[in-house]
Each structure stands twice: as structure tokens, then as C-alpha cells.
């Protein structure tokens, strides 16, 4: 499993005006935190992390952090647990990263990529994809980057399920197994009603007879 790296800076506990300063100055406001080392209050270069998010599955891949304190630096095998990002504009905000060790299994997500092409949706009709990720349960050198889902078997109305995936050597599936990942379903057709007025079997062009018949009685 490829390894990146990612710098990092301790820090103190800063106040909200002390957050926003180090984001304006293009840091990332971090935590470490495990058994081994507790919690390090840390930041993290913005380009740096974007890169790896924009590259990597970020929550299947290993990270050496490379954590210093203006004198020394001491690296830190990590995965990243948790991103946030302004509802709004959609800037990082805060990150944080555990740290893991290496002949431990660890539980995290993996994403779940769709493959083939199903005859379901040749035959006009819908792929819907719910599931985009599995538990996983693995050493941290045996995560995968992804797993997929073959779509190739999949006619009108049926399903591919977490019990279909096929996970490498040494990873366990923890996700309910009859949890349904992709399924081909018909289109939903809307019938369009119309209006139609009600004439009770009279003729276009005989409105008026009727009428007509009453005002020639009353002369």
C-alpha cells in the first residue's frame, strides 16, 4: 500500500480568531490522536492535504505525518478520520488524524467503485448506485484503495449486494452483507392526464341549437 507524506506544525489551543488567522495563512488546523501519542495539536499545509484528498481515497490511505516543533521532527504513521469543510465555500477547516499501528487491524471505510456496463440499463432501464462505501476490517498495510462492484450480470430488477464484493487476502467486510449496493430498476412513467369537458355527446358546432330553439319559443 502506497505511503504519503504529509507535513505538519505543533501548535497551541488557539481562540477562533487564532483559527481563522492560520487558515488565512494557508494552514489547516489538525489534531493527532492514538494510544501511542494522545492528543497533538498540529496544523497542516492546505495545498498539501487538498493534493492527497484529490489524489488518494483519504480514508483508506496511509500517511507518514511528519510532525515538527521548530527544532525536530518525528514522523507519525497516520490515517486521516475526519475532514471539515465550510458549508458554504467548501474550505477545509479542520482535520483530523489517528494514528495507527502497523501489525494492528483497524476498522475504516472503502469506497465502492461500480464496474461493467448492465443489460438492465441497454434494455432502457435505471442504474441506481445507494451504497458508496463498505466497513472494512484489515491490517493498515492490507487497506485497499477500493473494492468493486461487477454490474455486468445486472438485467431489469435485480441487484448487486455487499455479499457480492470480493475483498483481497486479508480484509474482512464488516457491512451487512444484504445490504444492497447498485440495482437496475424500470423507468417510472407519469401518465399524463387530459382534460377533457364534458359535452354529454353534444356536437362541436351544435352549442348553440338549443338556445337558439328556446328564443325562437318565446316570440
Same mark, same amino acid.
Given at each position: 500500500?502506497?505511503?504519503?507524506?504529509?507535513?505538519?506544525?505543533?501548535?497551541?489551543?488557539?481562540?477562533?480568531?487564532?483559527?481563522?488567522?492560520?487558515?488565512?495563512?494557508?494552514?489547516?488546523?489538525?489534531?493527532?490522536?492514538?494510544?501511542?501519542?494522545?492528543?497533538?495539536?498540529?496544523?497542516?499545509?492546505?495545498?498539501? %492535504?487538498?493534493?492527497?484528498?484529490? @489524489?488518494?481515497?483519504?480514508?483508506?490511505?496511509?500517511?507518514?505525518?511528519?510532525?515538527?516543533?521548530?527544532?525536530?521532527?518525528?514522523?507519525?504513521?497516520?490515517?486521516?478520520?475526519?475532514?471539515?469543510?465550510?458549508?458554504?465555500? +467548501?474550505?477545509?477547516?479542520?482535520?483530523?488524524? %489517528?494514528?495507527?499501528?502497523?501489525?494492528?487491524?483497524?476498522?475504516?471505510?472503502?469506497?465502492?467503485? %461500480?464496474?461493467?456496463?448492465?443489460? +438492465?440499463?441497454?434494455?432502457?432501464?435505471?442504474?441506481?448506485?445507494?451504497?458508496?462505501?463498505?466497513?472494512?476490517?484489515?491490517? &493498515?498495510? @492490507?487497506?485497499?484503495?477500493?473494492?468493486?462492484?461487477?454490474?455486468?450480470? %445486472?438485467?431489469? +430488477?435485480?441487484?448487486?449486494?455487499? #455479499?457480492?464484493?470480493?475483498?483481497?487476502?486479508?480484509?474482512?467486510?464488516?457491512?451487512?452483507?444484504?445490504?444492497?449496493?447498485?440495482?437496475?430498476? #424500470? &423507468?417510472?412513467?407519469?401518465?399524463?392526464?387530459?382534460?377533457?369537458?364534458?359535452?354529454?355527446?353534444?356536437?362541436?358546432?351544435?352549442?348553440?341549437?338549443?338556445?337558439?330553439?328556446?328564443?325562437? +319559443?318565446?316570440?
Amino acid at each position: 500500500m502506497e505511503s504519503i507524506n504529509l507535513s505538519a506544525q505543533r501548535r497551541e489551543r488557539a481562540s477562533k480568531g487564532d483559527l481563522r488567522a492560520i487558515r488565512n495563512q494557508g494552514g489547516t488546523p489538525a489534531v493527532l490522536y492514538g494510544r501511542e501519542v494522545g492528543n497533538i495539536i498540529i496544523q497542516v499545509p492546505t495545498k498539501e %492535504l487538498e493534493k492527497i484528498i484529490a @489524489n488518494h481515497s483519504i480514508s483508506s490511505s496511509l500517511i507518514s505525518l511528519h510532525v515538527g516543533d521548530g527544532e525536530q521532527e518525528e514522523p507519525y504513521m497516520v490515517m486521516c478520520r475526519e475532514i471539515q469543510r465550510d458549508p458554504m465555500r +467548501g474550505d477545509l477547516l479542520h482535520a483530523d488524524f %489517528l494514528q495507527v499501528v502497523l501489525t494492528e487491524e483497524i476498522e475504516t471505510e472503502v469506497r465502492i467503485v %461500480l464496474v461493467g456496463e448492465a443489460p +438492465g440499463v441497454k434494455d432502457g432501464g435505471i442504474l441506481q448506485h445507494m451504497m458508496r462505501s463498505v466497513t472494512v476490517s484489515c491490517l &493498515p498495510t @492490507n487497506m485497499p484503495d477500493r473494492l468493486e462492484a461487477d454490474i455486468s450480470g %445486472l438485467n431489469m +430488477g435485480d441487484q448487486v449486494a455487499v #455479499a457480492d464484493l470480493e475483498a483481497p487476502e486479508g480484509v474482512q467486510i464488516v457491512s451487512e452483507p444484504d445490504s444492497a449496493i447498485a440495482s437496475v430498476i #424500470a &423507468p417510472t412513467i407519469e401518465e399524463e392526464e387530459e382534460e377533457e369537458e364534458d359535452l354529454e355527446g353534444a356536437i362541436p358546432g351544435e352549442e348553440g341549437t338549443e338556445a337558439d330553439e328556446g328564443e325562437q +319559443g318565446e316570440e
